[in-house]
């Protein structure tokens, strides 16, 4: 067996390995300045309106500014209310909920009364029920259904949703134990669901429709 070197001999070596290279000199000549690329500005439209925009003040103006940025079947959002839950929705979205009762076959279409909020990219309408807090606060304390918040009444906007099936989930089984007692239940559920097709969003004028009183006819004699 050779005999090991002596430590004299492993320092040195250790000690060049450790050795790191010096920090380089900072430059010595400054960047150039940026100049604009031989295209031009960007051509990209903006995140946000300009701060000269003008914010309509009447809803018929604001509507004419929804449309001009959107259509019915792209484009536009609107928050809902359905199965005392708030909904983010889009056309042509598939929306699962509990089931809805009384049960509709398959093909049925339902519209949306509970809008509150209709929107594109950079504009809104939003009802007072859109805020967390107004919502809240009114939620409950009604006589038809616990609701007497407005909402954006079907002249402004109006959405369809088309019933596509019924359907339930896996089983569930709930074991219920109390101990030292001898009491033991299963509980077996299923829930059901209802899936939902989103129409297109449309728009109206935003000018309330003209109550048509009916005139009385007198008999004929």
Known sequence: MPPRPPMRAIAPVLARALQ????????????????????????????????????PSTTPEALRLLKSQSS???????????????????????????????????????SLTRILEVGS??????????????????????????WETETIPPWVAQCELTVLEHTKSPMERLLKKKRRKGYEKTIEHKQGWTRLRVGDIVLGEGVRPETEVGTETEPLA
């Open 20 to 55: 790191t290279t010096a920090p380089l000199p900072p430059p010595t000549s400054t960047l150039p300045p940026s100049t604009p690329s031989a295209a031009g500005p960007s051509t990209l439209p903006p995140l946000l309106p300009s701060a000269s925009a003008v914010l």
């Open 72 to 110: 019915s079947s792209s484009g536009l959002y609107l928050l809902a209310r359905l199965h005392s839950r708030t909904y983010l929705l889009h056309p042509r979205d598939v929306l699962t909920v509990p089931t809805l009762k009384p049960l509709s076959p398959p093909g049925t279409t339902l």
């Open 121 to 146: 990219r950079e504009y809104a309408i939003r009802s007072p029920a859109a805020d967390g807090k107004t919502l809240r606060k009114t939620v409950g304390t009604g006589e038809e259904g616990g």
